[in-house]
């Protein structure tokens, strides 16, 4: 019952984890990169579509996305989308091609950013938190039931705080290392 109970924590807290490496990977930290336009859906004969299902995205450089559609029919569909996407960029098309520079981020902008993976970092330390809530409930219930003992609820309740101080700490050096890329120049 116990290894249930640890079992069900560690898998909880890894989907948070997930969640706040797939949140951070949507901060921009002024290099170019293909997450940048994951939100980005293109009208592709009437069902809007990821730009990565449609096309070859590229990064040349740090400050340089190109994205070569498979059909060149929809660089101005591309275009469009990206522009409309409230992302601040401005892609240009070239030939074959649709290239979209990726502005330095401004100061200002960069501390909005830090604050945005700060209070990423703190919605997936919540998450922990409510698995290692639902662990103790869970304990709590076998106790009552008679499943486990006080003595062995005690230690599982030692080891699931353990855990989830191991997350919150790794959580916590994600966000940092998050930071440090946003605010380097």
Do not use: C
């Not at 901060?27 to 009437?46: C, E, F, K, N």
């Not at 070569?68 to 660089?75: C, I, V």
Request: proline fraction near 5%; hydrophobic fraction near 35%; charged fraction near 35%.
């Amino acid at each position: 019952m116990i290894d249930d109970v640890v079992a069900e924590l560690n898998d909880g807290i890894e989907k948070s984890f997930e969640a706040l490496r797939r949140e951070l990977s949507k901060v921009r930290t002024g290099r170019a990169h293909p997450s940048i336009l994951d939100r980005v859906r293109v009208d592709y004969y009437g069902t809007p579509t990821p730009i990565s299902q449609m096309a070859q995205m590229g990064v040349p450089d740090a400050s340089m996305l190109t994205i070569k559609p498979w059909e060149k029919t929809q660089l101005q569909a591309i275009d469009k989308a990206i522009r409309e996407a409230g992302l601040g960029l401005n892609p240009q098309v070239d030939g074959e091609i649709v290239r979209v520079p990726i502005p330095p981020l401004t100061e200002d902008r960069r501390k909005d950013m830090v604050k945005l993976t700060k209070r990423t970092g703190e919605d997936a330390k919540i998450s922990v938190r409510q698995h290692r809530r639902e662990a103790m409930d869970m304990l709590a219930a076998a106790t009552k039931e008679g499943e486990i003992s006080e003595d062995d609820e005690g230690r599982a309740k030692k080891k699931v705080e353990e855990i989830v101080s191991e997350a919150i700490k790794r959580v916590d050096k994600t966000v940092s290392d998050r930071e440090s890329q946003i605010m380097e120049v």
